[in-house]
């Protein structure tokens, strides 16, 4: 590990979508205006397909290598050397970001093919996909940056991507308000993370060692320990709080998960990118890049966990009772990235990745199958509006199917194999608490999930005739990813199967030399192990599904428990709050945005009274002084100037009469000089 | 008086030549006499000069500036010559009293 394989590949997995970015913003316009959208298509998805062909190609090559020298460095060439800081532009590929690299690539790529049908109807066709190659390339920067500054670029870089892309269709306000909206919460964790970035080199630097480099901060982190930070937490702790607290802006945790379900707003294939496959991992990545540090601050481990099963239930709670299908896909969304930080925050780092792996399989598919579903739809989102689709498009519902399936947690499709994972792994590390959110999470996920699939593929079509008569199934770009990803829902997850049915986990193998530090492989391994209990509690999770499924096939399949009925049992109370979504977006505008606009007002009430007061008091002294200055100087100092002219004029006027003329008369004039001159002299001296 | 030329011989004959010249420019109305009035009262200095410089210590400084003054004489004078033909030709004559039209 100290000496990493050099190589010079990863560079051109990073800069390709950037070529493609640049091709698309500089001369897109011209080239879609010249030769037709198919040459941004062969671009746009070309550079990513190429990026992900090299990806693969480096994956051979890593496993090729022995497990302990998976590691391989493309330094490019300095960047910032200054006060001790050295930073190089340098990609570093290990296994945790040689997983993220693909699924990067990969899932992104075939989300750039759907989009070529998706999107094609679009004016701004070059735009959209300079902004996705852009987003692609600030996704790998971040992911295989080498030091924490390069990531950080890479982070903002995705966040004014995300930004772009959730107001990608300007002209309608609410979609710009909500980019806004993104843009301006990841602010607050991007702020957090900043601090840790700072506080982190600041406490490095203090030992001795002051570097950002990733591999250098593992090889000194453990001197930080027992050191005092701020605010009565020791460093460690200090600064993994805080990178937490970016994590929870970039991964839409709480309480910061807000944006996400208003970035919906932006086309469907930019959710299933960036709002579910890609971006919001950042953080999870974030969190298991940096386990070394985690785990020597366990107070900020319990916090992680803690939050994540929190938001994992909370946000399952409220994908209940929404009729957006693409709302509920968001909340799904924000659940299962809590399930990703639970599983990271009770020590099993693999799983979490795992997770997001998986996620990223069976979240896009979902996305893509209801975008081909709005499609079909002439762009209609309520599901209340749909029904018995699945006769009209029968390739989005069975992919679509296979995802539900998955993300329910039914085995062997892919989420079974990492969110069983995560909630047997919480209870084995004697997270019991979380277990238990996580559990009710996963039966919930199930419910909402084929409230979903009944809502909009079974029953009688809702909908206008019009809208009848125009459902088709979606054209083959869309299609044939429907049928990669749902195959990657179905099998994605057979890398890594639980311990009580097989033992055949490569993608834990594949991983473990970047979680192995001393610290990290005690807590990874502490905790139980026992095969009974897992499948036991395995059974347990599975009666969960069972159970939600049970209700929602009920409630809206067979329709034999009315839901309104159910709801009005509690007095709905419960239902107008979920429906609400606990009336957080109210609470935050009251508690921050009104204060915050108020505060603005009078801000700007101060800065029009009194500053603009001032200074338009100092122009009018300012303008009075320079009327009395000219004043003095038209006057006085003129008429000095025109008095000394006038005596000069005057006089010569007068002397010119001795000019006569006649030479003779200067000759006399001067020897009559001459003689008094001559005379006087005499006289004195006498 | 004794038959030997003193220096006192030669102050007289610059005396005289000096008021003759100064006559000469005061009474003449014609240009080129004034100016040969100048060359009479710049000759006088010269005699000054040497015979100073033959009676008094110093042996060649007299001298040098006699050579000076000549020096200066001929410049003078073609100077004056030229500004002579100038007024010529401005007033086809060469008496002083045309150029009164120039007074202040």
């Not at chain 2, 060359?39 to 000069?49: H, M, R, V």
Request: proline share 3%; glycine share 10%.
């Amino acid at each position: 590990m100290d000496h990493p394989v050099s190589i010079s590949i990863v560079r051109y997995i990073v800069v390709l979508p950037l070529i493609g970015a640049a091709i698309n913003f500089l001369a897109g316009a011209w080239l879609q205006k010249t030769f037709g959208k198919r040459i941004i298509s062969v671009l746009g998805c070309g550079v990513v397909a190429l990026a992900f062909l090299l990806a693969v190609r480096e994956f051979f090559a890593m496993l090729a290598l022995a497990p302990d020298s998976r590691f391989m460095l493309d330094s490019l060439w300095p960047w910032i050397h200054y006060g001790g800081l050295d930073i190089d532009i340098a990609f570093w590929l290990d296994p945790l970001s040689m997983v993220m690299t693909l699924v990067v690539t990969g899932v992104g790529g075939l989300i750039h093919i759907y989009s070529t049908g998706y999107m094609h109807e679009d004016e701004s066709y070059w735009r959209f996909f300079g902004w996705l190659n852009l987003f692609t390339f600030a996704m790998l920067v971040l992911v295989l940056g080498d030091n924490l500054w390069l990531m950080f670029v890479g982070w903002e870089g995705v966040g004014l991507c995300s930004f772009a892309l959730i107001g990608f269709w300007y002209k309608v306000y609410p979609n710009t308000t909500a980019g806004n909206k993104a843009f301006i919460v990841n602010r607050i964790g991007d702020l957090a993370f900043v601090i840790a970035l700072y506080s982190l080199f600041a406490a490095l630097g203090a030992v001795g060692h002051p570097t950002l480099v990733t591999r250098e901060v593992a090889k000194y982190a453990p001197m930080l320990a027992g050191m005092p930070g701020y605010l009565g937490m020791t460093m460690v702790t200090f600064v993994t709080l805080m990178m937490f607290a970016g994590a929870t802006g970039k991964s839409a945790q709480i309480p910061l998960y807000v944006w996400l379900p208003d970035a919906m707003a932006g086309p469907t294939p930019v959710s299933a990118l960036i709002h579910a496959a890609t971006m919001v991992t950042a953080g999870v990545y974030m969190v298991a890049r940096m386990n070394f540090m985690f785990v020597m601050a366990p107070a900020t481990m319990t916090v992680v966990a803690v939050v994540g099963g929190l938001t994992a239930l909370f946000a399952a709670t409220i994908g209940i009772a929404q009729n957006d299908i693409k709302k509920v896909l968001a909340y799904s969304t924000v659940s299962q990235l809590g399930y990703m930080f639970a599983g990271l925050g009770v020590g099993a780092f693999t799983a979490g990745v795992f997770h997001l792996m998986t996620h990223a399989f069976f979240k896009a598919c979902l996305f893509l199958g209801a975008g081909s579903v709005i499609h079909s739809m002439g762009g209609e989102q309520d599901m209340r509006k749909m029904g018995g689709l699945r006769h009209h498009m029968p390739i989005t519902f069975a992919t679509f199917l296979a995802a539900t399936l998955a993300i329910s947690g039914v085995p062997p499709f892919a989420g079974f194999m990492s969110k069983d994972e995560i909630i047997w792994q919480a209870f084995a590390h004697g997270h019991t608490v979380v277990w238990g959110m996580l559990m009710v999470g996963a039966g919930i996920t199930v419910f909402y999930m084929f409230r979903q699939v009944y809502m909009t593929f079974f029953g009688d079509f809702r909908g206008t005739h019009e809208q009848e008569h125009h459902l088709h199934e979606s054209p083959p770009s869309i299609a044939y990813v429907l049928v990669v990803l749902g195959l990657l829902s179905v099998f994605g997850g057979l890398v890594k199967i639980p311990d009580f049915i097989a033992t055949f986990k490569p993608f834990e193998t594949f991983l473990e030399p970047v979680f192995s530090s001393p610290l990290t492989r005690q807590v990874v391994e502490s905790g139980i192990h026992s095969r009974g209990t897992e499948a036991a509690l395995g059974f347990v999770t599975f009666t969960m599904v069972v159970l939600g499924w049970l209700v929602a096939d009920l409630m809206y399949r067979q329709k034999t428990i009315d839901p309104e009925r159910f709801s009005a049992a509690f007095g709905g109370v419960p239902y107008n709050w979920v429906l609400n979504k606990y009336f957080v977006d109210e609470f935050y505008d009251f508690t921050v945005v009104r204060p915050y606009l108020a505060m603005t007002r009078a801000l700007a009430w101060f800065d029009l009274h009194v500053i603009d007061g001032v200074v338009n008091l100092v122009a009018t002294v300012t303008v009075l002084v320079a009327w009395l200055s000219g004043l003095f100087d038209s006057y006085v100092v003129d008429g000095l100037v025109n008095a000394a002219s006038l005596v000069t004029l005057d006089v010569g006027g007068r002397l010119r009469k001795l000019q006569t003329g006649s030479i003779n008369g200067y000759l006399y004039g001067i020897l009559a000089a001459v003689m008094v001159i001559l005379l006087v002299r005499a006289m004195l001296r006498v | 008086m004794s038959g030997a030329v003193g220096l006192d011989h030669y102050l007289v004959l610059s005396l005289i030549i000096f008021t003759l010249g100064m006559f000469t420019v005061l009474t003449r109305r014609n240009a080129i006499g004034i100016l040969m009035g100048v060359e009479l009262i710049l000759n006088s200095a010269n005699i000054n000069y040497l015979a100073f410089a033959y009676y008094g210590g110093a042996r060649y400084d007299g001298q040098i500036f006699a050579i000076f003054v000549i020096m200066l004489a001929a410049a003078e004078a073609v100077i004056g010559l030229a500004v002579v033909l100038a007024i010529y030709q401005n007033f086809r004559t060469i008496d002083v009293g045309a150029t009164e039209n120039l007074s202040g």
